[in-house]
């Protein structure tokens, strides 16, 4: 699987947009790009995933670049609840273990 | 309704007492994992079931063992907890389906709230 690169920590202020950069530069052509996110205390949860096409759902946005060697996850309108620690990871398509890396620590500031 | 249930959420034990940690889910879903996820750091797989089939990680010690009796439940025991051992422990679940090329698991994995062992 193709390896990811994510700053370790960042800062949001309460409502405005959440950009979550990833890096995933030896990403292949069956590969997927997933996020999940960890709150405090709590397990993983699954958030967006995508393989060549901008993806959104009611958590967030999806933006890979058209080499796919980078994405974006944005949190349009982020909540003092989005506060965690986001795992970017990339999945090839068929059967495979998910495997986390160390994630970016989003800290939104009232 | 909560889908992948683990018990205990705390357990402390001794230091060499074995412990048994529990995982269960409504899902049906055919792969379930165990993670240890230790403070600060990213959960850490320790094996996996495909369906009834077991996948160790090269580097997941002896200490640890698994047990799948049917597809709702998974165990982890720790036969041995040293103090390195005191983590959070993560069960999930996920699904495959047949795709044009073979078996393709969705990526989603569904996690139960962890269970959290101290070792005295």
């Known amino acids: 699987d193709a390896k990811t690169t994510q700053p370790t920590s960042m800062d949001c202020a309460e409502g405005r947009a959440a950009n979550l950069p990833c890096n995933h530069s030896?990403?292949?052509?069956?590969?997927?790009v997933y996020w999940y996110r960890q709150i405090h205390s709590q397990g993983p949860q699954y958030i967006i995933h995508g393989l060549k096409n901008n993806e959104t759902n009611e958590m967030a946005s999806l933006i890979i670049t058209e080499d796919r060697k980078s994405s974006t996850l944005i949190l349009p309108h982020a909540t003092l609840r989005d506060t965690a620690v986001y795992y970017c990871i990339v999945l090839a398509g068929g059967y495979q273990k998910v495997t986390f890396g160390t994630g970016t620590k989003l800290q939104v500031i009232p | 309704d909560a889908m992948v249930i683990q018990n205990p959420r705390y357990q402390v034990t001794q230091f060499g007492k074995p412990v048994t940690l529990s995982c269960s889910q409504t899902?049906?879903?055919?792969?379930m994992y165990w993670y240890q996820q230790k403070s600060s750091q990213a959960p850490k797989l320790l094996f996996h079931?495909?369906?009834?089939?077991?996948?160790n990680e090269a580097d997941t010690p002896d200490n640890f063992q698994s047990r799948r009796p049917n597809t709702s439940f998974c165990f982890l025991d720790i036969r041995s907890p040293g103090l390195g051992d005191a983590a959070m422990y993560l069960c999930?679940?996920?699904?495959?389906?047949?795709?044009?090329?073979?078996?393709?698991?969705?990526?989603?994995?569904?996690f139960g709230e962890g269970s959290r062992l101290t070792v005295l």
């Open positions: 899902l049906n879903h055919n792969v």
């Open positions: 999930a679940t996920s699904r495959d389906f047949i795709g044009t090329s073979g078996r393709v698991n969705t990526g989603e994995l569904f």
């Open positions: 079931y495909y369906d009834k089939d077991f996948n």
């Open positions: 030896t990403i292949s052509g069956n590969e997927y």
